[in-house]
């Protein structure tokens, strides 16, 4: 195994480097890193490198269907490419685990409708995966899941529910940020030499309607912030007073000119969708939060999303597909799925629907379609945190509307 000879810190560098190390338990450029892991042929392997950029920020667009992808992100780059198939940790001399060697995916378009899987790995800090691991096992406030045969409570994490995007200040000087908080932000990091900007906020998020797109955020509470981590910290400083209402106190550039705002952040236990209902073959759930990244939720109710549909069934000859809501049917409001369960469950095998959809784009529709409960019975799956199972229960079907 060939091993690469040790590539000293530039000085300046790691001057620099050293101020954001002192506030985040992290790699700096220049530091010496083994990456250990296992390769295509499920071999272990430890491969030498040097940091490059351990704060580089993630920048995913959107895919052409909403799924999961990491925002307010940054992540460490090495000087050597180690190809997308290599995964494992990245540890420093004497073997302590820094950072985890990740994949991500993204979706590269070629031309108007062509579109193409991407796949590259960098490395996450693993501080942001320590901290949540000590809360599981240090006791938590959340609900209790069952690991490893063991129930834990999980933690809540309460978080500012906008997508964020850096931008070097240079740049936001043209924009007509002034000299003074450019001073105040360079004091801050001289390194990353950013300010952060609103690229958007999710959908049903308290920041809604409050944080708009291309908003600079410059301080928080008074506290200038440069990087994704520092509004982590600020949601973080919240738990810590029982009597906080869950709002910053922002100070952001709008059109020109400052303006003090207060943001509402939201509280989250991360386990996600625990309850999806299969009707005349297409899945529908709650929106997972990649749907509400777009920034849409329909008014008539947005508990029942479309997230797939089999080929063959009714929605399929009718129809109706995937990335819409059902917000009625048979003039029925269905804001929730209880109350789609309730509605769909008085349709008997052979009953025509009269469904009205809304769109990811906030066009509406209406269609017809027939039910077939011989084929495609109404059934659902619900997670059962008791047993960490997945249960299946049929809701109606041939045999059940008979009787």
């Known amino acids: 195994m060939r091993e690469e000879q040790p590539v000293e810190k530039d000085n300046a560098s790691c001057k620099m480097c050293s101020v954001s190390c002192l506030t985040e338990p992290g790699l700096c450029r220049g530091d010496s ?56 940790v990245l540890t420093d001399e004497v073997g302590k685990v820094r950072a985890i060697w990740g994949s991500f995916s993204t979706q590269l378009k070629y031309g108007c409708s062509s579109s193409e899987d991407h796949q590259f790995v960098r490395g996450i800090p693993i501080y942001t995966i ?40 240079s740049k936001a000087r043209s924009f ?27 959908a049903g998020s308290r920041a809604e309607n409050i944080l708009e797109q291309g908003d600079m955020i410059l301080a928080v509470n008074k506290e200038p912030v440069t990087c994704f981590r520092d509004i982590e910290n600020a949601c973080q400083d919240l738990d810590k007073d029982e009597n906080t209402d869950g709002t910053l106190h922002m100070t952001i550039f709008r059109q020109g000119r400052e303006v003090e705002v207060v943001v509402g952040t939201d509280v989250r236990d991360g386990i ?50 995937a990335l819409q809501w059902i917000v009625e049917v048979n003039g029925k409001p269905t804001p929730d799925l209880d109350a789609f369960v309730s509605v769909t469950k008085e349709l008997e095998h052979g009953d ?46 041939v045999d059940t509307a008979v009787a």
Not at 142 to 166: A, F, S
Not at 287 to 310: D, N, S
């Open 272 to 321: 996600g969708t625990v309850r999806a209902v299969n009707w005349c073959g297409c899945i529908v759930q709650d929106p997972h939060p990649a749907v509400r990244a777009l920034g849409f939720l329909p008014e008539e109710g947005h508990g029942v999303y479309v997230a797939r549909w089999c080929h063959g069934s009714p929605v399929h000859r009718y129809g109706l597909y």
């Open 130 to 169: 320590s901290q949540v691991l000590d809360k599981i096992l240090f006791g938590a406030k959340g609900p209790p899941l069952l690991i490893n045969g063991i129930k834990r409570p999980m933690p809540l994490v309460r978080i500012l529910e906008v997508e964020l995007y850096p931008t070097l200040l």
């Open 33 to 88: 890193v083994y990456l250990v892991g296992l390769s295509r042929s499920l071999q272990a392997t430890s491969r030498k490198s040097i940091v490059t950029n351990p704060f580089a920020a993630l920048n995913i667009g959107s895919a052409d269907c909403p799924r999961y992808r990491a925002i307010n992100m940054e992540v460490i780059e090495l000087d050597t490419d180690f190809g997308s198939t290599f995964s494992g």
């Open 176 to 202: 007509g940020l002034s000299d003074e908080w450019v001073q105040a932000l360079v004091k801050k990091d001289p390194l990353r030499r950013q300010v952060l900007r609103v690229k958007g906020c999710l």
């Open 352 to 397: 025509y629907a009269r469904v009205r959809t809304v769109h990811l784009n906030g066009k509406p529709r209406v269609l017809t379609l027939k039910q077939d409960l011989h084929y495609w019975p109404t059934w659902e799956l619900r997670f059962d945190s008791d047993t960490a199972l997945w249960r299946r229960r049929t809701i109606k079907a």
